[in-house]
Nanobody, 127 residues
Framework: QVQLVESGGGWVRPGDSLRLSCAVS????????MAWFRQAPGKEREYVAA????????YAADSVKGRFTVSRDNGKNTAYLQMNSVKPEDTAVYYC????????????????????WGQGTEVTVSS
């Protein structure tokens, strides 16, 4: 059984940095493409960033491009979301998601692409 466990959320001030982690068990991590999504209060869940098997290229939504970076450490079975220069509008529950293989880039932002989901970690950005 594949399990994804997010950690690293919390309260931060605007402009601060935060790193979220997603620990994966139950499947060969190197065979999984990983993504981060978020859901703000009262809004639908939205795509944030993704990194495919091989990690040669990463992808990010326009709203976080240049501020957030997704990465992975296959030796630690963990994916990361480095969040820099956070803004109040980044406040949300952040979820990691995984899918076996290497989907085409055009479907990385679709929730239906992903087979496995974590329970989420909450991030609050406020002064």
């Amino acid at each position: 059984q594949v399990q994804l466990v997010e950690s690293g959320g919390g309260w931060v001030r605007p402009g601060d940095s935060l790193r979220l982690s997603c620990a994966v068990s139950g499947r060969t991590f190197s065979s999984l493409s990983m993504a981060w999504f978020r859901q703000a209060p009262g809004k639908e869940r939205e795509y944030v960033a993704a990194i495919r098997v091989g990690a040669s290229t990463t992808y990010a939504a326009d709203s976080v491009k240049g501020r957030f970076t997704v990465s992975r450490d296959n030796g630690k079975n963990t994916a990361y979301l480095q969040m820099n220069s956070v803004k109040p509008e980044d406040t949300a529950v952040y979820y990691c998601a995984a899918v076996t293989g290497r989907p085409i880039s055009g479907i990385l932002r679709s929730e239906s692409t992903y087979e496995y989901w974590g329970q989420g970690t909450e991030v609050t950005v406020s002064s």
